[in-house]
């Protein structure tokens, strides 16, 4: 019943409805959009594989992120941009896989993933945050004469960046395969979980139709969460790094739940750090290369907060993601660590 919301969103935008409206009503739509796109996954995920499952939804989970981001690049809303950046890193190693570990820990005492996909993820995302840090760092050292070498360096470390993405997924997929097999589960004793099979063709028709819906859904958040927030007197950061990175991994959220409280923990993990490396390592580069094209010249220049919340983040996760095992305590930290960078934002520029 709640995908009624698609419909009055679609009501909404053409009859001019407030901010407010807008953003509530679209939020509301992208719960049943995003579960959907879970369902479709997790059909996908057992005809080709955990790995390549898991890669195809944070795909198409990101896809709205980065259509939104080039939107608001064109825009020239830079700042924002960038924090849904971080904000989509943050989200997904705190947030997501802290609710998902939280949700399978409270069904199943102790969880298990493979270690060899885990540990890939982290470095690569221990590899985004020191080439994030880089530009910042060139600033705070050569001062407001290097602004012309950050936007240059940030593409040259895009390309870069690009480049490991894609030996990443080669690795993956193709030479180290054995090493991305999942771990043996217990078979899941809740069937009413489960849902009746798809078809490869259904389920993949599902998802496209899923992801133009939440690409719809998300854009028209985009046009109304600015005001929305300012009436609410949000800040352009906070909305960034908090409340757009909330929304576009909403599929994220709902599916990595999903398949943790079905004890497939190696598939939630996988989709949270498949798109959090994509995000980083994919996503944000082809946003830096497209301001260029806009004549929107982005950089990696963070600020001193956005920085500090990544590396904590990445601290964190990888050491809770190294032992292979996971439980609703550890699950209940990461998401300590996301309340206390959300306030952190919260009071900053206030």
Request: hydrophobic letters at 55%; glycine letters at 6%; aromatic letters at 8%.
């Amino acid at each position: 019943m709640l995908l009624i919301a698609v419909v009055l969103t679609a009501i909404a935008d053409f009859l001019h409805w407030s901010p407010t409206w807008i953003t509530i009503i679209a939020a509301v739509g992208i719960v049943p959009v995003a579960r959907l796109m879970g369902e479709s996954t997790e059909h996908i995920s057992a005809k080709v594989g955990p790995a390549a499952g898991a890669l195809m939804n944070a795909t198409f989970g990101n896809a709205a992120e980065l259509i939104i981001a080039i939107f608001a690049l064109k825009a020239g809303l830079i700042d924002v941009v960038k924090a849904s950046i971080t904000g989509s890193i943050i989200g997904n190693v705190l947030l997501v896989l802290g609710a998902a570990m939280l949700a399978g820990g409270i069904q199943y005492k102790e969880q298990h993933f493979n270690k060899h996909l885990a540990s890939g993820a982290v470095t690569s995302l221990a590899l985004v945050s020191f080439s994030l840090m880089m530009p910042a760092a060139l600033t705070y050292a050569a001062g407001s004469q290097s602004t012309t070498d950050a936007t240059r360096m940030s593409l040259a470390i895009a390309i870069v960046l690009m480049l490991m993405y894609f030996l990443n997924l080669f690795y993956q997929l193709k030479t180290h395969v054995h090493l991305m097999q999942p771990v043996e589960e217990e078979v899941d004793s809740h069937p009413g979980l489960m849902v009746a099979g798809w078809s490869l063709k259904k389920s993949i028709l599902m998802l496209l139709l899923a992801t133009a819906a939440v690409v719809f859904l998300s854009e028209n958040l985009v046009g109304s969460i600015e005001q929305a927030a300012k009436t609410a007197g949000l800040t352009p950061v906070f909305v960034g790094v908090i409340l757009l990175a909330i929304i576009g991994n909403a599929a994220e959220n709902s599916t990595a739940i999903l398949m943790a409280r079905k004890n497939k923990m190696d598939l939630s993990l996988n989709i949270v750090l498949s798109s959090s490396t994509q995000i980083a390592m994919f996503v944000a580069p082809i946003i830096v290369i497209a301001g260029f094209l806009f004549g929107q010249p982005m950089d990696f220049r963070f600020s001193l907060p956005e920085i500090i919340a990544v590396f904590a983040s990445m601290f964190l996760m990888s050491l809770i993601v190294n032992d292979g095992t996971s439980t609703w305590e550890e699950g209940a930290k990461l998401l300590g660590l996301y309340t206390v960078i959300a306030i952190t934002f919260f009071f900053i520029h206030r």
